[in-house]
T-cell receptor, first 113, second 115 residues
Framework: GEDVEQSLFLSVREGDSSVINCTYT??????LYWYKQEPGAGLQLLTY?????DMKQDQRLTVLLNKKDKHLSLRIADTQTGDSAIYFC?????????????FGRGTSLIVHP | ETGVTQTPRHLVMGMTNKKSLKCEQH?????MYWYKQSAKKPLELMFV???????ENNSVPSRFSPECPNSSHLFLHLHTLQPEDSALYLC??????????????FGPGTRLTVT
């Protein structure tokens, strides 16, 4: 299987919350990232979380980490049409392992009115 | 605008052509990366340069040849490509490979079509 797995699509109504899920295989992952890719653009780092944390909040974004289940989620509150994009989960495990993130396939978030 | 530019944005080439992709970063970073993004596949790391030295070659076929003349510029030279090489090629940079967070800044990509 792949190192980082995500569902490919998520459709939500404007104003609702979106929850994008990710599972990873490497239990030694120390950094977990969420990147966003808007149409016609490259990836942009949204947020990251260290493996010794279980939650991080940044304005409308909440990241939850369940290290036991190797599960990461990104919650977007009050989802707007401008949030429509592809969201990539990624993990890295320095200093003992690779510092370069391993990415999932990306989840396409579609926000409809 | 992330500070990483890529040219051309779109490229169509035949299997016998030779072309080059260019990436430039204006962020003062020391590490640069090439990634391949294919539909519905994980982002694939191809090459990493740190302080102009190649530190990773992720088993990339020799028809892809990278060049990093300085920390601000990265090229990907292409020759005798196959149709399955059609993809979005993304360039990224970071402060240095191996940094604690290693936040990567991505360019918009070059959409390559091999006919």
């Amino acid at each position: 299987g792949e190192d980082v797995e995500q569902s490919l699509f998520l459709s939500v109504r404007e104003g609702d919350s979106s929850v994008i899920n990710c599972t990873y295989t490497d239990s030694s992952s120390t950094y977990l990232y969420w990147y966003k890719q808007e149409p016609g653009a490259g990836l942009q780092l949204l947020t990251y979380i260290f493996s010794n944390m279980d939650m991080k909040q940044d304005q409308r974004l909440t990241v939850l980490l369940n290290k036991k289940d190797k599960h990461l989620s990104l919650r977007i509150a009050d989802t707007q049409t401008g949030d429509s994009a592809i969201y990539f989960c990624a993990q890295a495990n320095p200093p003992g392992g690779s510092y370069i993130p391993t990415f999932g396939r990306g989840t396409s978030l579609i926000v409809h009115p | 605008e992330t500070g990483v530019t890529q040219t051309p944005r779109h490229l169509v080439m035949g299997m016998t052509n030779k072309k080059s992709l260019k990436c430039e970063q204006h962020l003062g970073h020391n590490a640069m990366y090439w990634y391949k993004q294919s539909a519905k596949k994980p982002l694939e790391l191809m090459f990493v340069y740190n302080f102009k030295e190649q530190t990773e070659n992720n088993s990339v076929p020799s028809r892809f040849s990278p060049e990093c003349p300085n920390s601000s510029h990265l090229f990907l030279h292409l020759h005798t490509l196959q149709p399955e090489d059609s993809a979005l090629y993304l360039c990224a940079s970071s402060q240095e490979a191996g940094g604690p967070i290693n936040e990567q800044y991505f360019g918009p990509g070059t959409r390559l079509t091999v006919t």
